[in-house]
């Protein structure tokens, strides 16, 4: 009977063990990289975007380089609010530059996490951090993503890891904060952005037209 007891309770041990390893096994990483930007081969991820594709004249740039701390991705510029007089577009003002990640094979799953933090270093303006998904017709006939933003705010010249919760993140219609109750689908992720408006900005932190500057070393993913 010893013997039967013993075997017993190392059967019950060891499927407790095997239990806790299975359980431990599915909880997803406390941490999820989505993007880093020490690899040129990064610049093949994204695009870039300006009013000048609508007759404005701010320029953008992105780039990979060696920095003071190693390889970081450099989204740079000038900010005009400027008009080419030669335009077919009906602009009235101007002064946008963004990058945006180019069309994935699937979605960015983040139903498991709770906040975006990015790692950077900024020329004080605020930016703007957009998330794009699947769900949501924006009008009759014609399906659009769904657009979620966010302000970047940092000090000048200084690395800083920012971290904004995935609640604060608002839904927008080109641009502004539209009243809806919808939840964000963070299992059906398309793609994510970084912009930068002249005359945009909030209390004590407003972007004007100029050179801009944002140094970013990774985009990710954690769970509080």
């Known amino acids: 009977m010893s013997k039967f007891r013993s075997l017993w309770q190392a059967s019950i041990s060891a499927t407790k063990r095997a239990f806790a390893w299975n359980f431990e096994d599915m909880i997803p990483p406390s941490e999820k990289i989505i993007f880093s930007f020490n690899s040129k081969d990064e610049l093949k991820k994204w695009h870039l975007y300006s009013d000048s594709e609508f007759g404005g004249l701010s320029t953008a740039s992105l780039e990979i380089k060696d920095v003071d701390t190693g390889l970081s991705g450099i989204f740079s510029g000038n900010l005009s609010s400027d008009v080419d007089e030669g335009s077919i577009w009906r602009m009235t003002s101007s002064g946008f530059c963004g990058m945006r990640s180019k069309k994935l094979d699937g979605f960015i799953d983040l139903d498991a996490y709770d906040t975006i933090t990015m ?4 020329d004080g303006r605020p930016y703007i951090s957009t998330i794009y998904t699947d769900n ?5 006939g014609k399906q659009e993503d769904n657009t979620w933003q966010a302000f970047i705010i940092s000090p000048k010249d200084e690395w800083l890891e ?9 839904p927008t219609w080109r641009g502004s904060v539209i009243d809806v109750d919808l939840a964000m689908n963070q299992a059906r ?3 994510m952005s970084i912009s930068v408006n002249a005359g945009v900005g909030v209390p004590g932190s407003k972007s004007e037209p100029g050179p801009f500057r944002l140094e970013i070393d990774s985009i990710k993913a954690l769970r509080a």
Do not use: D, N
Request: net charge positive.
């Open 162 to 170: 920012v971290k904004i919760p995935l609640e604060k993140y608002l």
């Open 119 to 122: 790692k950077l270093r900024s």
């Open 189 to 191: 992720i398309l793609g």
């Open 136 to 140: 949501w017709v924006t009008s009759p």
